[in-house]
């Protein structure tokens, strides 16, 4: 690695962004915590040099960060010739052992090939482990204090999959079902199919089950109501040939049936949706799209 801009301090955290090729893994952010906890508890003192000629300070392997300008003389900043040896001409601590604690808690990309670590200490540092503990403890709870929180998590979430995938099943049966229904109620007006049914599923399985019953009905005119998380909502499928031959346009109809229920909505000639406010006038849409065929 090679530093590339100095660290930005305040009284809430301190960031530094330095060159580097990759993004900074989980295990390198620990062992690079783990170098600068050590120096902090061994409590170094700090070892400042002033008016150093800029040759000899760069001689001894002082580091200068790219960017800044220097002049002959510098001011030389030393936590153990091992470890640290900058040029600076900011403010540090007396010594390691008043940092107390160095947590990193973000690790970010700025720019290409330029990454940013940003890190809380002291107080902060202190908290921000009184909150994860606290956090872990809530999770436990939570889970009824399993053994092994990350198993027990792990369970939770493969539970959640296997509910979702069973509601899945459920609700493609269930629109099967509903697909049957809908065959049954097929109207004749005017040279074309008709369907106009209250059918409650979702947006997705409104689409699939309209797209399924067009390649089974020709010159078909299909409007499905539903009501999805407590608000209204319509589609309006119409084969092809009735788009061109009657000049019927599904995204202008529904835009028209979507004032009854105080929405909007659009899509494509043979296809579109609307959703609203007005659950009531879902009942009104339907007459309306009824009326529009006569």
Do not use: W
């Not at 008016?51 to 002082?62: C, L, R, S, T």
């Amino acid at each position: 690695m090679l530093h590339k801009k100095g660290s930005l301090v305040n009284e809430q955290q301190t960031r530094f962004d330095f060159s580097h090729f990759a993004k900074v893994s989980d295990s390198e952010i620990r062992k690079i915590e783990n170098i600068v906890n050590e120096k902090i508890r061994e409590n170094i003192s700090l070892d400042e040099k002033r008016n150093v000629p800029i040759k000899e300070a760069m001689d001894a392997g002082a580091t200068a960060l790219f960017g800044e300008k220097y002049g002959d003389f510098v001011r030389v900043i030393t936590f153990d010739k091992k470890f640290s040896v900058e040029l600076c001409g900011g403010t540090h601590v007396p010594s390691t052992g008043e940092i107390a604690l160095f947590k990193i808690i973000g690790e970010s990309s700025v720019a290409a090939g330029v990454r940013r670590v940003e890190a809380i200490t002291a107080q902060n540092a202190i908290d921000y482990y009184k909150q994860q503990d606290e956090l872990l403890y809530a999770v436990r709870v939570a889970l009824n204090n399993p053994k092994d929180v990350v198993k027990g998590i792990e369970a939770l979430i493969k539970e959640n999959e296997d509910l979702k995938k069973a509601t899945e099943e459920i609700n493609k049966q269930k629109a099967q079902q509903i697909k049957t229904q809908l065959l049954s109620k097929v109207k004749a007006v005017n040279g074309m199919n008709v369907i106009i049914e209250h059918s409650n599923l979702n947006a997705e399985l409104l689409k699939n089950i309209s797209f399924e019953i067009k390649q089974q009905v020709d010159n078909l005119f299909m409007l499905l109501a539903s009501e999805i998380d407590d608000k209204p909502f319509l589609s309006l499928i119409i084969s092809e040939n009735i788009v061109k031959d009657k000049n019927l346009n599904a995204s202008n109809i529904i835009r028209e049936l979507a004032k009854e229920i105080q929405g909007g909505g659009g899509g494509q000639p043979f296809y579109a949706t609307a959703g609203g406010k007005k659950k009531e006038g879902l009942k009104d849409a339907m007459i309306k799209a009824e009326s529009l065929l006569k």
